[in-house]
């Protein structure tokens, strides 16, 4: 399958730790973006990536919050000293390169429980 | 901020009656995506309106964008059980590349 690909797929740490999460576009794919979803809710925008720049990111990320996108492939989201607060799914997109407003493509999202 | 806020919130519908969930934005939208979320799965992609006033049909799926662009509409017609699941529409903010998702109407059909 070369869908989007997520990793961990479930996270369980204590209050105060780091978390790293892993995520894998489409092949070829260039726009990558990261979300937050609670449950009942929208998923919330967090950042975006074309390449390797990094865009656009939320004003609601704090600076706990940091994403990376090294060569433009895959990406990485990391959460230092984590809340309760901070417990929800982190889904990723990726889109195709083209004119605005492409397809997002989500993977099976990082559910992350800070206890 | 910009704000997309959908009606309704829940929808029980019995199986093949039809279906509206409504989605408006505080802000004109270059675009509007519509995204479907079945229970413990991930938003998958429905369709993309571009043209004020535009309509698209995907078989029992109807989707419209408002003349102003800042509303939209999803209507199904003669429901299945397949269909269950959370609908929600989104937009860029302001040209960007943030896209804003709805509050999101999920459905139920009882069979």
């Known amino acids: 399958d070369t869908g989007v690909s997520q990793d961990p797929r479930h996270k369980i740490t204590k209050r105060g730790q780091n978390v790293t999460f892993r995520c894998d576009p489409i092949s070829e794919h260039n726009r990558l973006y990261w979300y937050r979803q609670t449950l009942g809710q929208g998923p919330e925008f967090l950042t975006y990536?074309?390449?390797?720049?990094?865009?656009?990111k939320s004003r609601l990320l704090s600076d706990r919050f940091s994403a990376e996108r090294p060569k433009g492939s895959f990406s990485t989201l990391e959460i230092q000293r984590t809340e309760q607060g901070d417990s929800a799914m982190y889904l990723c997109?990726?889109?195709?390169?083209?004119?605005?407003?492409?397809?997002?493509?989500f993977g099976p999202g990082t559910r992350l429980l800070v206890l | 901020g910009q704000q997309v806020m959908q009606i309704p919130q829940y929808q029980h519908v019995q199986e093949g009656e039809d279906f509206t969930t409504y989605c408006n934005s505080s802000?004109?939208?270059?675009?509007i995506q519509w995204y479907k979320q079945r229970p413990g799965g991930h938003p998958v992609f429905l369709i993309q309106l571009v043209k004020s006033g535009e309509v698209k049909k995907q078989k029992r799926l109807t989707f419209q964008f408002g003349e102003a662009k800042k509303n939209s509409s999803l209507h199904i017609t003669a429901t299945q059980t397949t269909d269950v699941g959370t609908y929600f529409c989104?937009?860029?903010?302001?040209?960007?590349?943030?896209?804003?998702f709805g509050t999101g109407t999920r459905l139920k059909v009882l069979a």
């Open positions: 997109a990726s889109s195709p390169r083209g004119s605005y407003g492409e397809t997002q493509y």
């Open positions: 989104a937009g860029p903010y302001s040209g960007t590349y943030k896209y804003i």
């Open positions: 990536f074309q390449n390797e720049a990094q865009l656009e």
């Open positions: 802000t004109t939208l270059s675009n």
